[in-house]
């Protein structure tokens, strides 16, 4: 069956840096488009970035130019290198693939943004 295991969340203060990880399993990575998501109390789940299976990337205005957005076919493992952090970035970190009948979700990954 699908897993999607998200690590690498924490506690950084604001400027600092973060590398989530997404690991994956129980279906064709390779050829799957791959998602971060977030969702901040009290607020909608939000995309954050996106790699197309061809290697095309998107970015929310809010994180461009901040985070990077990577995958690892080899070891179906996707990242998302987050730099200049800031509080609004609070977030649970979601990681996402769209399957033929359902999406399929990661349990979440906490990141705080705090001094």
């Known amino acids: 069956q699908v897993q999607l295991v998200e690590s690498g969340g924490g506690l950084v203060q604001p400027g600092g840096s973060l590398r989530l990880s997404c690991a994956a399993s129980?279906?064709?990575?390779?050829?799957?488009?791959m998602n971060w998501y977030r969702q901040a109390p009290g607020k909608e789940r939000e995309l954050v970035a996106t790699?197309?299976?061809?290697?095309?990337?998107y970015y929310a205005d809010s994180v461009k130019g901040r985070f990077t957005i990577s995958r690892d076919n080899a070891k179906n493992t996707m990242y998302l290198q987050m730099n200049s952090l800031k509080p609004e970035d609070t977030a649970v970190y979601y990681c996402h693939t769209p399957g033929y009948r359902r999406d399929y979700w990661g349990q979440g990954t906490q990141v705080t943004v705090s001094s």
């Open positions: 129980g279906f064709t990575f390779s050829v799957s488009t």
């Open positions: 790699t197309g299976a061809g290697g095309s990337t």
